[in-house]
């Protein structure tokens, strides 16, 4: 199993749909979990950190579920500048600079 | 400010050449990374500075050296690579073990 997974997608959805990727984490000591936003050819960028109480931030919410060992991005009302791979982050150990990426979850926003 | 800069944008070289991507930040930050990614791929860890000493290296071929000089910058430097190293490297910086913030990266192309 991999330390991190996600859905690669791509995710085609409509101009207002909601939309929600999953992340699923192997390792349950995980201590940091990040949503990382990617356009093509560019570096990636910190879209949200992601807290034990689930945080929002305008259309976008995160969530962490320890017990399922799983993290959630949900996308309200998406725009097409939303088009993007989102990349799930986890940081397993505490004190340790090797953060785990996911492969990214592509995202497609149809006008 | 969470800027990361990156110099080159781009790079193109030679097999026999030696040239030095640069890293810098001005957050404070202890931790500063290398990672190279391929297209459609997630970035893949390559090296860790801590308090500018290297504590992870992710058994990175030796035609890539890396070197933090101060608190500040970071450069990785390249000799006798091979076209499958073309790739988009990526610097980034961190506080601790929370949020990492990437530069722009390097786009490199070996011949």
């Known amino acids: 199993r991999k330390e991190v997974e996600q859905d690669p997608g791509p995710f085609n959805v409509p101009e207002g749909a909601t939309v929600a990727f999953n992340c699923t984490y192997s390792n349950s000591a995980s201590q940091s979990f990040f949503w990382y936003r990617q356009d093509c050819r560019k570096e990636p960028k910190l879209l949200m950190s992601?807290?034990?109480s689930g945080n929002e931030d305008g259309r976008f919410t995160a969530q962490l579920n320890r017990a399922s060992q799983y993290i959630s991005l949900l996308i309200r009302d998406s725009k097409l500048s939303d088009s993007a791979t989102y990349l799930c982050?986890?940081?397993?150990?505490?004190?340790?600079?090797?953060?785990?990426f996911g492969t990214g979850t592509r995202l497609k926003v149809l006008a | 400010d969470t800027e990361v800069t990156q110099t080159p944008k781009h790079l193109v070289m030679g097999m026999t050449n030696k040239k030095s991507l640069k890293c810098e930040q001005h957050?404070?930050?202890?931790?500063m990374y290398w990672y190279k990614q391929k297209a459609k791929k997630p970035p893949e860890l390559m090296f860790v500075?801590?308090?500018?000493?290297?504590?992870i290296n992710e058994s990175v071929p030796s035609r890539f050296s890396p070197e933090c000089p101060n608190s500040s910058l970071l450069n990785l430097h390249l000799h006798a690579l091979q076209p499958e190293d073309s790739a988009l490297y990526l610097c980034a910086s961190s506080g601790g073990t929370d949020t990492q913030y990437f530069g722009p990266g390097t786009r490199l192309t070996v011949l």
């Open positions: 957050m404070g930050h202890r931790a």
């Open positions: 500075y801590s308090y500018e000493k290297l504590s």
């Open positions: 992601v807290y034990s």
């Open positions: 982050v986890v940081n397993p150990t505490s004190g340790t600079y090797k953060y785990i």
